[in-house]
């Protein structure tokens, strides 16, 4: 949420609307992402215009923690 705060509020709702609308109601949310690899392994990332929501992905049910938020240059840091 402290991620989110940061964003001006046409980028709150465009993050917000997306993982709302496209992440719970996909059957698969994770063939939406992409997997991470090096010190990001296991996580995945989304895209939303220039910014990315990193999460975590539970294997053995759908659950989705979205770990960071935050501009593309940025984020992986």
Same mark, same amino acid.
């Given at each position: 949420?402290?991620?989110?705060?940061?964003?001006?509020?046409?980028?709150?709702?465009?993050?917000?609307?997306? !993982?709302?609308?496209?992440?719970?109601?996909?059957? /698969?949310? +994770?063939? #939406?992402?992409?997997?991470? @690899? =090096?010190?990001? !392994?296991?996580?995945?990332?989304?895209?939303?215009? /220039?910014? +990315?929501? #990193?999460?975590?992905?539970? @294997? =053995?049910?759908?659950?989705?923690?979205?770990?960071?938020?935050?501009?593309?240059?940025?984020?992986?840091?």
């Amino acid at each position: 949420m402290r991620d989110l705060g940061g964003l001006d509020r046409t980028n709150q709702r465009r993050v917000l609307k997306f !993982a709302h609308e496209r992440l719970t109601q996909h059957p /698969d949310p +994770r063939k #939406l992402g992409d997997t991470l @690899a =090096g010190p990001m !392994a296991g996580m995945m990332r989304f895209r939303v215009g /220039d910014y +990315r929501l #990193l999460a975590k992905a539970d @294997a =053995g049910k759908l659950t989705i923690l979205i770990v960071k938020v935050g501009n593309r240059r940025e984020v992986y840091r």
